[in-house]
Structure formats: structure tokens, C-alpha cells
């Protein structure tokens, strides 16, 4: 009996399709010079032992857990600190969630080692024996998590420590991880003889022109190697023994102590990203820049294959195939995420779980599918080589006073408990799926698979946008259309949201699963003197479909403004602050506010303010700017403080909070408080044009009818989810 059938994991049933859910915490711990960073200290589940309770909750069976090297013992084991690694991995066991423990994740050890030194290994193995006699229960152990990746990221690409740019160090990168994983699971074996090897890599594949078929075929053999060297599969008749011996400098020696201390995993896990499957073209020009590079012998663009086949190439199902065959290891996906809007992530979610059943159905011994990141990641896209504060949410989103729960966690529980997902948005095509994604003139290949992935969407029931000559209304079509959500874009012939027996006709007609309101009486001056036309549009029109839409269980999102509030504060107003409306446009929507919270709970209602987009030329800034190149002066009050709110950003957060379910009152803006002078003189600077035509003054200057308070900047108690005012600035410039 081989040790790899002594050691599999038992079947698992879960739901119809015998396969289980599992999770996990982002918690790279990556070095870059003398600097770590921590993802867990980023999301902040460093200091929340009560996350793991959110996640057992989603009915995940086991967790990829962190008790990593760098934090517990940095300096020796003498002086480890356990007392973290003990509450937790106790709170799992209490939960009966299994851990799945990893040492290092995407590190180089503590900074008395690193990948390249010869030591790192047997380094790794003393600290291992130390987690396993602390925690003699635990079964499952990932010592080093995706060490080839990790390897190219550190020995050959230069981001990470050691920062290697040359294969030789790329080697010892590689070669000291495996050894590392070898010697750790046979210090952990002989504490627990039944421990058992979950051993990630991410698993994609390269695609390629006739002409660099010798690049792909050496990239699709390269990808298999952590787990070659650990199945003792890397001999002198391996397809890039040479390679690894001639280019890399690997020793005989070095080789054949993995063929004399195989440890083949008893699960592997395979990671797999939208970036994972790649294509190789030379056609230069076809590509952008960013993509460009080579091989020494030919340049060439590399990219994502969803940005340029317009074939499928198989997906998760077939790599998963290819693994089953290669090993007949038991298999488990063991990454799944997304850095996309809301929709996308749920459509690659469930597009990942579909291809993993359908490789279990056609023979692979697949045990789960792991959804990862669920407290979401920083700064993935620079591969985590600064700190720039971009986040990306998972199935929860981090970035509120606790975590919330997000669309992605309903999802995941209803996989993990046999649930059919019920989301409308599930029926519309991702992005790798829709024609604008392409980056490049599509490209088919028939070895690819041959099948189209220009996906026919499943008929979805739509989003009912109103507002149709509006800025707001227009920008939520453009998002949804961007987004591949059914819409429909109504004026008010097509439905007068203050008409009941309109909105039912209208309900009734396209039966949406959502409604977006963004109609209104705008004019807030006119106002004074409009009232009855005001409070029609503004609060009538909002009841009547809160009341329809209750009856319905149609979602519903209204919007509403900072100029509920007085100004009397000198701080940004949250979502809980009284409101004290100074003017008719304020009551009307204050009014609106109570009147669609008491018929339908549910909405979500949305406080915003200052907006500025780049499909509205009337906007604040685009007059601005047209002001001060035509060379007249504009006028702009230094006296009354908003939060400018770029209109892309609001539709993309919207529907985001929408999809998740959310209701409510939530403000919504870009973050900072400023004055309209101050943001004028912040337009012009980052455009780049003379300052000197804006012409600070009070509001009274400006001849405004209706009052208006001089502070209205909108803060949040609950979740600030859009990007700062300077990001949004220079987006918005970027098409003027």
C-alpha cells in the first residue's frame, strides 16, 4: 500500500453532488525587502476570533487556516507565541470545522532565513514539529502554500524576497520549498502518523500560436512541477530535466533526493484564477504594451485567455481532468475568487462549482471546492508588492465597523448545503464571456475546444431603472449594460412612478427582480415655489413604489440627499443623525426617506450628494473646466462643505449593496469633505489648468433661492465602499 492510498482522505458527502465546501483566509505574509505584509492584519482577522463563526456559519465544511512561521515564532521556537494559533484552531474544533494548516503562505520565513537558504528546509521541519505536538489533532497541513508560484514570484520575477531575476534562483526557491514540505510533513507524521498533505499549486494553462508551441508546451510542463518532485516523477526522461539542470543549474543530486524522499500529497489542491489559463502570441501589435515580453528567442504578448480566445478552452473541468489523469491523486480546488463587481464574482462562483462537478461526473476524484478569500484581499493587483489600500471583498466585505456578510456568503451557503442558487443575476454572462472583454482581435483555436464563449445568457428578469433623461438614470444603464445585468431604462410615459396603477402595468410587463429609482424633481431652487411638482416626484412617487414593490418582493433602491440636514454640525453626518431639512427639495426627500422604510423595509436608500460623472457636460467640474480653458473666471462658495460623488462609482456600489441584499439608509459619496472652492482648485490642479480664474465666494453670492446648509459632508457608520475623491478626479479628467 502506497503512502498516498494509506494516507487519502475518507469520501465526504455534501448535498446530491457528494462534494464539499471549504474555505479560507487570505493570510499572505510576503516579504518584500525588509518589509512584511500581512493580510490578516490588513482585514483585520488578526484581532476577530469571532470571524470564524461567521464562516462556520456558511456551512463550510473545512478551513484553510493560518498558523504561519513568521508570526508565531519569527525568532525561535523557544520563544514562539502561541496563544493566537491556540484560541482559534480551539474555536474550530469547537465549531467542527477542520482546519486545513499552513505554515508558510506566499513567505520566505522569518528574517533569519529565506527561500534560498540552505537551511530553510530543516528550519521548517523544527517548527512544524512544534505545530504538530501543539495541536497532535489536526489532520490536514499545507506546509507551503503554491511554492512554484511562489518561486517564479520571488526567484525569477524579483517582487518578492529574495527578489531573484534569473533561473538559478528560481530553482533554490523552488527546490528548498519542496524539500521544506517533505521534511515537514515527516516531522509532523511522526507526531501524527495519520497527518495528511494538502499540497496547492495553481493550476492553469498556456495556449499558444503555431510558432510559440515550444514556449507553451515548456510552460505546461513547468506548471506540474511542485507536485512532480513531491510524486518523485522529476527523473533524467522528466520533459525539462534539461532545463532544470542545463538553464537552471539544478544538481543530479539535488533532484534525486526528491526521487529518494517522495511525499506525494494526499489531496491536491488546485488554485485557479481567471489569470491562470494563458495565451502567447508574437503579434506584438496586437496586444498592449503591459503584456509584452519574451523569451530570449522570440517576443511575445502573454495574456489572460479569456482577453483573447474566443473558444473555451475547458475551464476547471478539463484542468482538473488533466490532473486526475497525471496523479490519480484525490483532487480538491482549493482557491476560488474574483477581484469583479458583485454579479461577476456569484456567475464565477457558480460557473467554478458547475465545472468541478462536471469533472467529478466524468471520473476525477475531486473532494471540494474551496471559496477562497473570505474576508477578502488587499492590494492583489500589484501583486501585493506596496501597501495602496486596494481591497478587494469576498463573501465578506471588511471595511464597515465588522465584516458583512455579502452576496458571495449566501451563495457559498447555499452550495455548501444543497440549496439551488436562486440569485437572478445568475443567468447573465461574466465578463470572460462577454465581448467586451476582449484586449486584442479574438483568436480561436481549435485545439482549445472548438465551443463558443460568447455565452447565450439564460433569460434574466430585469433591472427597472427610472429616470430616462436623467444623468443618474443613464449612468445605471451604461453600468448594467457594462455589467451584463437585464435592464430596462423607462421615461415616465413607460412608467410615472407616482401612478400606481403605471407601476403595476410596468411590473407586470417585464416582472424585474429589482427596481432603481432614479427619477426625481432636481431643481432645488424651483423647489421654493414648486412645491405640489416636487413632492410628487420626490416623495409620493418613492411611496407608490416602495407599497408596489413590497407586494411584489421587488428589490428597490431610492435616492435621496445630503440636503436632509441642517449644517449645524462640523462633522460628516452618518447614516443614524436626525434629519432637519432647511428647504422644500430637503423635506421632500426627508419625507421619502420614512415613507419607503415604513412600507418596505427592505429598500435600500441611498444619501449622496455633489454629483460629477463623465456623461453629463453640466456637471460642477465640467463647467469648471470648460470655464477656465475658454479663460472666464468661475465663481465657486468657500463657505459651504459637501462629499463629491462620481456617478460610476455610485451605480457600481449600488448595485453591488443591491445584489447583496442590502437595505436601509447608506451614504454613499467618495470620502472627503471639502469645500466647492476646494474642490474646484483640486480639479484644476490635477488637470493640469491654471487656477488663477477661480473666484472663491460666500454661497449668499451666488444668488441661491432656496437655503441650503453650509456643511452637509456625508460620512458613514456602516460600510465606505467607493474609492477616494483624488482616485475619482483623475478617472473622471481621463475622459474630458
Not at 479569456?306 to 484525490?330: D, F, H, M, V
Request: charged fraction near 20%; proline fraction near 6%.
Amino acid at each position: 500500500m502506497t503512502t498516498a492510498t494509506r494516507n487519502a482522505a475518507p469520501p465526504h458527502k455534501a448535498g446530491s453532488t457528494n462534494l464539499e465546501v471549504w474555505g479560507g483566509i487570505e493570510c499572505t505574509v510576503n516579504r518584500v525587502r525588509g518589509e512584511y505584509f500581512s493580510q490578516m492584519h490588513r482585514s483585520g482577522h488578526a484581532a476577530r476570533i469571532e470571524d470564524l463563526d461567521r464562516a462556520a456559519a456558511l456551512g463550510i465544511k473545512a478551513l484553510r487556516y493560518p498558523v504561519l512561521w513568521e508570526l508565531v515564532a519569527p525568532n525561535d521556537i523557544a520563544h514562539a507565541q502561541w496563544s493566537w494559533p491556540d484560541e482559534r484552531l480551539k474555536r474550530l474544533r469547537q465549531l467542527g470545522v477542520k482546519p486545513i494548516v499552513g505554515l508558510v503562505h506566499h513567505g520566505s520565513g522569518p528574517a533569519h532565513t529565506s527561500l534560498v537558504d540552505p537551511a530553510f528546509p530543516e528550519k521548517l521541519a523544527v517548527y512544524a514539529a512544534a505545530v504538530a505536538r501543539r495541536y497532535p489533532w489536526v489532520e490536514y497541513y499545507t506546509p507551503v502554500n503554491e511554492p512554484l508560484t511562489t518561486a517564479r514570484f520571488s526567484g525569477l520575477y524579483g517582487f518578492w524576497h529574495p527578489h531573484g531575476r534569473d533561473e538559478r534562483t528560481f530553482k533554490d526557491a523552488l527546490l528548498g520549498q519542496c524539500r521544506a514540505i517533505v521534511l515537514a510533513m515527516r516531522a509532523i507524521r511522526q507526531v501524527n502518523p495519520d497527518a495528511k498533505l494538502v499540497q496547492t499549486e495553481d493550476l492553469g494553462k498556456t495556449y499558444s500560436t503555431p510558432l510559440l508551441a515550444y514556449q507553451a508546451a515548456h510552460n505546461n510542463e513547468m506548471r506540474w512541477l511542485s507536485w512532480d518532485l513531491l510524486c518523485g516523477r522529476v527523473d533524467t526522461g522528466h520533459p525539462i530535466w534539461n532545463w532544470l539542470t542545463n538553464t537552471c543549474g539544478a544538481t543530479r543530486a539535488e533532484l534525486a533526493w526528491f526521487l529518494e524522499n517522495t511525499c506525494p500529497p494526499d489531496i491536491i489542491g488546485a488554485n485557479y484564477y481567471i489569470t491562470s489559463e494563458r495565451f502567447i502570441d508574437e503579434n506584438l501589435a496586437d496586444y498592449p504594451a503591459r503584456y509584452h515580453g519574451g523569451n530570449g528567442r522570440h517576443r511575445y504578448a502573454d495574456i489572460e485567455a479569456a482577453r483573447a480566445l474566443c473558444t473555451s478552452t475547458g475551464g476547471i473541468s478539463a484542468l482538473l481532468q488533466e490532473a486526475w489523469q497525471r496523479y490519480q491523486l484525490p483532487l480538491a480546488v482549493t482557491e476560488v475568487h474574483m477581484d469583479t463587481t458583485r454579479d461577476d464574482q456569484l456567475r464565477w462562483l457558480a460557473e467554478m462549482w458547475r465545472g468541478t462537478v462536471a469533472a467529478k461526473n466524468a471520473g476525477a476524484d475531486v473532494r471540494a471546492l474551496t471559496v477562497w478569500a473570505l474576508l477578502g484581499s488587499y492590494d492583489w493587483n500589484c501583486l501585493v508588492t506596496e501597501c495602496r489600500g486596494y481591497y478587494e471583498p469576498g463573501p465578506f466585505d471588511v471595511r464597515g465597523p465588522r465584516p458583512r456578510a455579502t452576496a458571495v456568503a449566501a451563495l457559498t451557503r447555499e452550495l455548501a448545503t444543497g440549496v439551488t442558487p436562486q440569485h437572478p443575476v445568475h443567468a447573465g454572462p461574466g465578463w470572460w464571456k462577454r465581448p467586451q472583454r476582449f484586449f486584442c482581435p479574438p483568436v480561436s483555436l481549435r485545439d482549445c475546444g472548438g465551443d463558443s464563449m460568447e455565452a447565450v445568457a439564460e433569460r434574466q428578469p430585469p433591472v427597472l431603472i427610472t429616470g430616462a433623461t436623467g444623468t443618474l438614470g443613464n449612468a445605471f444603464a451604461r453600468t448594467c449594460e457594462q455589467r451584463g445585468l437585464a435592464f430596462r431604462l423607462l421615461n415616465r410615459n413607460e412608467m410615472d412612478i407616482a401612478d400606481e396603477s403605471s407601476v403595476e402595468r410596468a411590473l407586470a410587463r417585464y416582472e424585474p427582480w429589482a427596481i432603481v429609482n432614479a427619477a426625481g424633481y432636481v431643481r432645488v431652487d424651483h423647489a421654493e415655489h414648486d412645491v405640489d411638482r416636487c413632492f410628487r416626484e420626490n416623495t409620493l412617487g418613492p411611496k407608490t413604489l416602495a407599497a408596489l414593490c413590497a407586494r411584489h418582493k421587488v428589490g428597490l433602491v431610492t435616492f435621496s440627499s445630503d440636503l436632509v440636514f441642517d449644517g449645524r454640525r462640523q462633522s460628516p453626518y452618518v447614516e443614524t443623525d436626525a434629519v432637519a431639512p432647511l428647504n422644500v427639495y430637503g423635506r421632500s426627500k426627508a419625507e421619502a426617506e420614512q415613507y419607503v422604510l415604513d412600507t418596505h423595509p427592505a429598500s435600500l436608500v441611498v444619501r449622496t450628494s455633489a454629483f460629477f460623472g463623465p456623461w453629463d457636460s453640466y456637471n460642477f467640474i465640467a463647467v469648471l473646466l470648460r470655464t477656465l480653458r475658454e479663460g472666464r473666471p468661475f465663481n465657486a462658495a468657500s463657505d459651504m462643505t459637501v462629499t463629491p460623488t462620481y456617478v460610476p462609482d455610485l451605480a457600481h456600489a449600488c448595485l453591488d449593496l443591491l445584489i447583496d441584499g442590502e437595505g436601509g439608509i447608506w451614504h454613499l459619496t467618495n470620502g472627503d469633505a471639502i469645500t466647492w472652492a476646494g474642490l474646484a482648485m483640486r480639479a484644476a490642479e490635477l488637470a493640469r489648468i491654471g487656477a488663477s480664474g477661480i473666484k472663491a465666494c460666500t454661497s449668499a453670492a451666488l444668488g441661491f433661492v432656496a437655503p441650503r446648509p453650509t456643511y452637509s459632508a456625508l460620512g458613514s457608520g456602516r460600510l465606505f465602499s467607493m474609492p477616494s475623491l483624488d482616485n475619482a478626479l483623475t478617472r473622471f479628467l481621463q475622459h474630458q
